[in-house]
T-cell receptor
């Protein structure tokens, strides 16, 4: 059973470019969560999506960031016009349903985004 | 107010000794879950142990145990017989029933095991 798959593992972009981060959930999972980890900090929740729906985007910056989880294919976190402050590790987790509080979220290995 | 507080930015422990990593939390929910994750230098997040707010027994998973003191709102992680491979960042985290969509993480403790 493959776990949560994220790619690329490392992504380098210049300021002003676009970054696209992909997350394929575990098989049978239709709920996806994105988190951001700045250096030397814990993970911060960004957005929670079900197939074709954004459920909770309370942690997403208001500008330049968007996320989608289409009916077919991986979830995409998109960052437009990247700035140096976007440099971070971005983690994805998935679940089968809206999980109860006793269910851990299993994470992918993350994408390390570096902005030059 | 911080939801999850880890007051030890870094710790050094001698190999084979036990170590306790502190975690306190703040919530008004009656139902919540507490988690510990390990993040080695390679960067992945590894789930270690879970404690539910209604669980009466402290959770244990191999060498990991969670010292859950509900009245004090603390959920310390105890690692027995530490090994060199335990050197990593450790994050305490919580999910509240009222916002089951997200996990809230503490700032982490960097644990270094000395040979």
């Amino acid at each position: 059973n493959a776990g949560v798959m994220q790619n690329p593992r490392h992504l380098v972009r210049r300021r002003g470019q676009e970054a696209r981060l992909r997350c394929s959930p575990m098989k049978g999972h239709s709920h996806v969560y994105w988190y951001r980890q700045l250096p030397e900090e814990g993970l911060k929740f960004m957005v929670y999506l079900q197939k074709e729906n954004i459920i909770d985007e309370s942690g997403m910056p208001k500008e330049r960031f968007s996320a989608e989880f289409p009916k077919e294919g991986p979830s995409i976190l998109r960052i437009q016009q990247v700035v140096r402050g976007d440099s971070a590790a971005y983690f994805c987790a998935s679940s089968q349903a809206r999980i109860d509080s006793n269910q851990p979220q299993h994470f992918g290995d993350g994408t390390r985004l570096s902005i030059l | 107010a911080q939801k999850i507080t880890q007051t030890q930015p870094g710790m050094f422990v001698q190999e084979k000794e036990a170590v306790t990593l502190d975690c306190t939390y703040d919530t008004s929910d009656q139902s919540y879950g507490l988690f510990w994750y390990k993040q080695p230098s390679s960067g992945e997040m590894i789930f270690l142990i879970y404690q539910g707010s209604y669980d009466e027994q402290n959770a244990t998973e191999g060498r990991y145990s969670l010292n859950f003191q509900k009245a004090r709102k603390s959920a310390n992680l105890v690692i027995s017989a530490s090994q060199l491979g335990d050197s990593a960042m450790y994050f305490c985290a919580m999910r509240e029933y009222s916002s089951a969509s997200k996990i809230i993480f503490g700032s982490g403790t960097r644990l270094s095991i000395r040979p």
